[in-house]
């Protein structure tokens, strides 16, 4: 869905398997991130960005490369001797000037031994998802298809599938009938975005439940264009 979109998937909890999520941390959950309230609000509010995440063997954070070496050049320091000094591998402060995350246990000895350090905020809302997007495979989709539309199945909410042309995206209903609870859940989903909504069904005498236009399947064969497809959603909305 959030690729139909051009949307970042976030999931916000208290709890990733029975531990409490940090503040100003992100985790990790299916490939998706996932931050605690206070710090979705926060970033949200524009006031702080989350630092530090959490992956296998431990939290890290991204040390701004080019201040870390200009403090260490400041201090008249190597890499190696502030190796000894800190008690940071080389290596590891090769792969922190070059932009590597860091152990947080190695940031507090760098910053300890540098007496300043410049932490890199993570900007939750460019997170780009891996997508491997389910298509449809009844006879709606096919037609949605045929009318220009990119179509996605979706699971477990109101509508089946969200479809996209350009810049209209379509939420989708397929139900024998027009639920009024699913109509309205459906509904509310494409005002929030300001799109498009659309029932599909065998037969109906209601042009429009909830207010989500009721198109019949005949209906749906006959219309040639989306163009044409849009125009009657509005028409039906308008006469309900």
């Not at 490369?65 to 591998?89: F, I, M, T, W």
């Not at 990119?150 to 989708?172: G, N, P, W």
């Not at 397929?174 to 459906?186: C, M, S, T, V």
């Amino acid at each position: 869905v959030a690729d139909v979109l051009g949307a970042t998937p976030l999931v916000v909890a208290a709890l990733l398997k029975s531990e409490s999520i940090r503040p100003k941390t992100i985790y990790d959950r299916y490939g998706i991130t996932t931050i605690n309230t206070e710090t979705f609000e926060e970033a949200i509010a524009g006031k702080q960005l989350p630092i530090v995440y959490a992956k296998s063997g431990g939290y890290f954070a991204h040390i701004n490369p080019d201040y870390l070496k200009k403090v260490r050049e400041q201090n008249k320091l190597s890499l190696g001797e502030l190796s000894r000094e800190a008690g940071v591998s080389k290596k590891s402060l090769q792969d922190y000037e070059h932009g590597k995350g860091a152990e947080i246990e190695n940031i507090l000895r760098l910053q300890e031994a540098l007496g300043d350090l410049v932490l890199n905020t993570i900007n939750i809302f460019q997170f780009k998802v891996e997508s491997h997007p389910e298509k449809p495979q009844d006879s709606v989709s096919k037609r949605l298809e045929q009318l220009g539309f990119k179509t996605t199945a979706v699971h477990h909410a109101a509508f089946r599938m969200i479809s996209r042309h350009k810049d209209d995206i379509l939420l989708t209903g397929l139900k024998k009938e027009a639920r009024p609870k699913k109509a309205h859940d459906i509904h509310s989903s494409a005002e929030t975005l300001g799109q498009h909504d659309m029932f599909v069904l065998n037969h109906s005498k209601a042009k429009t439940v909830q207010g989500v236009p009721v198109v019949e399947r005949e209906e749906l064969e006959n219309v040639i264009t989306s163009r044409e497809l849009l125009k009657l959603l509005r028409e039906l909305t308008h006469h309900s």
